[in-house]
């Protein structure tokens, strides 16, 4: 496969519900995930995606690599999966730390703007095709029997 890869973590609970960010200005939920810098490794670009666009602070070492996947014609999807308590995520407390410009306002603007948990079993209804194709066809039953991790801080330090 050529092209980029975009790094994420997939964080699923006992609900069979996945945490999720909305991506601003759109009706379209998404994993936290983003490209990795010059020299940074998948798994640590998946930790530091999480922390910019919610404030979760990830266990790097709890992470299961779930290998790439085929995204978008020029892009593949590196994931590393987490099980994490249902109560283990308050996505209120979650905060955008990552801004781009806005292309009318040139404001800055940030990547997300809510979190919530959705069910995988309607991932057709809150995400985007290709997304939902890769999530579609993941061993649910061996992500579901990872240990789980009761609970991920949440920096809720000011968001620049």
Same mark, same amino acid.
């Given at each position: 496969?050529?092209?980029?890869?975009?790094?994420?973590?997939l964080?699923?609970?006992?609900?069979?519900?996945?945490?999720?960010?909305?991506?601003?200005?759109?009706?379209?939920?998404?994993?936290?995930?983003?490209? %990795? !810098? $010059? =020299?940074?490794? @998948? *798994?640590?670009?998946?930790? #530091?995606?999480?922390?910019?666009?919610?404030?979760?602070?990830? +266990?790097?070492?709890?992470?299961?690599?779930?290998g790439?996947?085929?995204y978008?014609?020029?892009?593949?999807?590196?994931?590393?999966?987490?099980?994490? %308590? !249902? $109560? =283990?995520?308050? @996505? *209120?407390?979650?905060?955008? #730390?990552?801004?781009?410009?806005?292309?009318?306002?040139?404001? +800055?603007?940030?990547?997300?703007?809510?979190?919530?948990?959705?069910?995988?079993?309607?991932?057709?209804?809150?995400?985007?095709?290709n997304?939902?194709?890769?999530?579609? =066809?993941?061993?649910?039953?061996?992500?579901?029997?990872?240990e789980?991790?009761?609970?991920?801080?949440?920096?809720?330090?000011?968001?620049?």
């Amino acid at each position: 496969m050529t092209g980029v890869v975009s790094c994420g973590s997939l964080l699923l609970n006992r609900r069979r519900q996945l945490f999720v960010c909305r991506a601003t200005g759109t009706a379209r939920w998404d994993l936290p995930k983003g490209l %990795a !810098d $010059d =020299g940074e490794s @998948p *798994r640590a670009a998946a930790v #530091r995606e999480a922390w910019e666009e919610s404030g979760l602070r990830l +266990p790097p070492a709890r992470l299961t690599d779930l290998g790439e996947f085929a995204y978008l014609p020029r892009k593949r999807l590196h994931l590393f999966a987490l099980r994490v %308590a !249902d $109560d =283990g995520i308050d @996505p *209120r407390l979650c905060r955008c #730390r990552s801004f781009y410009a806005h292309h009318r306002t040139g404001r +800055p603007t940030p990547e997300a703007d809510a979190y919530a948990w959705k069910p995988i079993a309607d991932v057709t209804a809150w995400c985007g095709k290709n997304m939902a194709r890769v999530l579609s =066809g993941l061993a649910w039953e061996s992500i579901e029997g990872l240990e789980e991790v009761a609970e991920i801080e949440v920096d809720v330090s000011e968001a620049p």
